[in-house]
């Protein structure tokens, strides 16, 4: 495994001296590469362990539809955790560029919720309620690097539900002074972990063997791409008990397709 991560970082773009420096350091941090080592063949033996299960005739169709469901799961973690460390290592190498485009930041959040609400269901997670904030315009036209925009909010929402096992978590969006604020809050118990691995200057020595290697590279990652977008991150304690990030990035309305708005709300709760 350690090989096979070694000739994938070799194959990317890494010909300035510092970006193989920096190649060489992310390759030499042995938490994460045994991390990732271990999360990938759990992955892998349970997608071995289940399509076994699925040739047994002595299962029930609707078992052998649980046994399929697992074996999806267990690919979109993989896909997540192999995204999360080759995009990770694009960015220390210097070797990942911004990307700004016009966007409907609008719509952009309303797409995220949507898509969180179906991974809740898919999740099982019935003993949450999802609470969807915004107080944005029928259409914001904003540029925006929109890719790195959903993968920051992504992994911060699948961090929390990750660790959120009842109660809520709330997910909102401002837009106020050419500033852009995407937030989640939950009421989960994992702040002093979310809060050392977003706020550290060396966020990959927060991590240790007993953590979800997972869950840290997206926490590591979202810290890497806020920063590459000259952004700001705000971690702090609710009175839920739980944990609020708060993400601000730049961000300027097109022109032309300025949109004035009042101060009006509508919050949106699904379940």
Not at 28 to 53: C, D, W
Not at 98 to 126: I, Q, Y
Not at 215 to 225: E, F
Not at 256 to 269: H, P
């Amino acid at each position: 495994m350690f090989e096979l991560l070694r000739n994938a970082y070799r194959e990317s773009d890494m010909t300035a001296a510092a970006g193989q420096k920096k190649m060489n350091q992310m390759i030499n941090k042995p938490k994460i590469l045994a991390g990732v080592s271990h999360e990938v063949r759990t992955q892998m033996n349970s997608i071995v362990a289940f399509s076994y299960l699925m040739n047994n005739t002595r299962f029930s169709e609707n078992e052998k539809r649980e046994f399929s469901e697992q074996i999806i799961t267990s690919c979109e973690q993989l896909i997540g955790l192999f995204e999360n460390f080759f995009d990770t290592a694009a960015l220390e190498a210097g070797s990942a560029r911004e990307d700004l485009r016009e966007t409907d930041a609008t719509k952009l959040f309303e797409s995220l919720t949507s898509d969180f609400r179906v991974l809740m269901r898919k999740r099982g997670k019935d003993n949450l309620v999802l609470i969807q904030e915004d107080n944005l315009p029928d259409k914001l036209m904003l540029r925006l690097d929109t890719a790195r925009t959903i993968r920051i909010v992504n992994n911060l929402f699948r961090n929390s539900l990750d660790n959120t096992f009842s109660g809520f978590i709330k997910v909102g969006c401002t837009f106020n002074d050419e500033t852009i604020t995407f937030y989640v809050k939950d009421s989960g118990q994992d702040f002093q972990r979310s809060s050392d691995l977003l706020l550290s200057d060396n966020p990959e020595i927060q991590h240790s063997d007993s953590q979800d290697t997972y869950s840290a590279m997206s926490l590591i990652l979202a810290r890497n791409l806020i920063s590459a977008l000259e952004g700001k991150i705000r971690v702090e304690p609710n009175d839920a008990g739980g944990t609020s990030i708060f993400v601000s990035l730049p961000a300027r309305e097109s022109p032309g397709l300025k949109i004035f708005t009042g101060t009006s709300s509508e919050n949106k709760i699904a379940i």
